[in-house]
């Protein structure tokens, strides 16, 4: 069987390749093509396009309730769609990170985070996507502390808690409300950020803020 290559001789990155991590970060940046590849579980996944209504304006949606806190708070930094080095088979570019000042991620010289960012968001179409399987698993090994998943074709909001050592499903109040335990005052309006109600979202921040 005969690898495609580029101009450079490099072989092409493509979806379901087995790669370790130096090898995917290679064949990726030698890709300008391809706008977004994520490497789970040593296997390469090429991002599909990006559809509005079930991606991009929850995306969008769930990015401004975080960026809200984070400006609040100004101990934390919040990043859309970054690299994340998590180990040499795991290199996911999470729909977005928050994380502490000085706490257990970084920013490394290439410009890439290492280590483990207290929370990472994905936006996800089903509960038969790899964000809720194979990623799930990278991250909960990785000991990234809170995952939030949400499923836009579901209408459904995951987040998930690591305790002792396993990821918990954390439930919300009688109020459709969740409570980050890694953040204070990080709430999330569930029934009204299904909605898209960011009024009562960013109402429901606040009243968190206040503690």
């Known amino acids: ?7 450079s001789g490099i072989p092409l990155l493509e979806n ?6 130096v090898e995917f970060e290679r064949r990726y940046e030698a890709s300008p093509h391809i706008r977004k590849a994520e490497l789970i579980e040593g296997i390469v996944y090429v991002a599909s396009p990006v559809r509005f209504t079930v991606h991009a304006e929850p995306h969008s949606n769930l990015i401004g309730w975080l960026w809200t806190y984070k400006t609040a708070m100004g101990d934390l930094d919040l990043g859309i769609e970054p690299t994340l080095r998590l180990d040499n088979e795991n290199e996911p570019q999470p729909d977005g990170v928050l994380f502490r000042i000085d706490g257990n991620a970084r920013i490394d010289e290439d410009g890439y985070i290492v280590g483990t960012p207290e929370l990472v968001v994905e936006i996800s179409a089903s509960t038969a996507s790899y964000d ?4 799930k698993r990278a991250y909960w ?3 990234i502390k809170e995952y939030i998943v949400w499923r836009t074709l579901d209408a459904q909001i995951d987040w998930f808690v690591l305790e002792e050592g396993r990821y918990v499903l954390m ?3 009688t109020d459709g409300i969740f409570r980050s335990r890694q953040f204070t005052g990080l709430w999330l309006n569930g029934p009204a950020m299904l909605a898209g109600d960011m009024a009562a979202v960013l109402k ?5 803020l206040k503690i």
């Open 204 to 208: 429901t921040l606040h009243d968190g």
């Open 16 to 21: 379901g390749d087995r790669l370790h991590r």
């Open 1 to 7: 069987m005969t690898i495609a290559k580029i101009a």
């Open 171 to 173: 439930q919300p109040d």
């Open 141 to 143: 090994r990785n000991g």
């Open 132 to 135: 809720l399987h194979d990623k």
